[in-house]
């Protein structure tokens, strides 16, 4: 596609349950990161990867969190047993070869109650 | 630690005018900025970066400058239009195929009509 795309754009939870978030990148960026927004916050770095490789995951805040890119292209970020701390706009974006810049999608905002 | 600082929460500005948003740094390794405008509901957009090499760049009615010594960037808008208000964050890097964007906190700019 066109641009960076994340589903679902919201999800309600129940403190608990298990939620999976979806990133489809750019097509042809090797490169994908996972950000969490809070609210009145920047941007926080979780994790990166670079085509299926996780190279660094030194922002991820328990190991109730867990994401994947198993082919390079589509990325999933897992959290389970969601807490209400875990409420937050997950954010991802892609890089392309040679740039600095990040291509943010629209992020999915989730609520845990 | 906030390695990246945005400590105006707010700015307004009226239609016309420059807006002048700032932001300052602490690690010295940070070789490269980035500024992103934010809509509500929406992902972050690039807008304009600049390189340490280099203490301006300009993109029509935007400008950044850096001041390296100060550890300190500025974005400025001129003239100021409605459509410029959003929450703009100030980003930093090192070059890298690995580097990641640290963010501020994000300034919420409103420009009056």
């Known amino acids: 596609g066109a641009g960076v795309s994340q589903s679902p754009r919201y999800k309600v939870a129940k403190r608990g349950q298990d939620v999976a978030l979806r990133c489809d990148p750019i097509?042809?960026?090797?490169?994908l990161f996972w950000y969490q927004q809070a609210l009145g916050q920047g941007p926080e770095f979780l994790t990166y990867?670079?085509?299926?490789?996780?190279?660094?995951k030194s922002g991820l805040p328990s190991d109730r969190f867990f994401a994947e890119r198993p082919e390079g292209s589509v990325s999933t970020l897992k959290i389970q047993r969601t807490q209400q701390e875990d409420s937050a706009v997950y954010l991802c974006?892609?890089?392309?070869?040679?740039?600095?810049?990040?291509?943010f999608g629209e992020g999915s905002r989730l609520t845990v109650l | 630690d906030q390695q990246v600082k945005q400590n105006s929460p707010s700015l307004s500005v009226q239609e016309g005018r420059i807006s002048i948003l700032n932001c300052d740094y602490t690690?010295?390794?940070?070789?490269?900025f980035l500024w992103y405008k934010k809509y509500p509901a929406e992902g972050p957009t690039f807008l304009i970066s600049?390189?340490?090499?280099?203490d301006k760049n300009e993109d029509g009615r935007f400008t950044v400058f850096l001041n390296k010594s100060a550890k300190h960037l500025s974005l400025h808008i001129v003239p100021s239009q409605p459509g410029d208000s959003a929450v703009y964050f100030c980003?930093?890097?090192?070059?890298?195929?690995?580097?990641?964007?640290?963010f501020g906190k994000g300034i919420t700019l409103s420009v009056r009509p």
């Open positions: 974006a892609s890089r392309g070869l040679g740039t600095g810049e990040l291509f």
């Open positions: 097509s042809g960026h090797v490169s």
């Open positions: 990867f670079q085509n299926e490789a996780q190279l660094d």
């Open positions: 690690n010295s390794m940070f070789d490269y």
């Open positions: 600049i390189s340490s090499i280099k």
């Open positions: 980003a930093a890097t090192t070059t890298g195929a690995n580097s990641k964007l640290t």
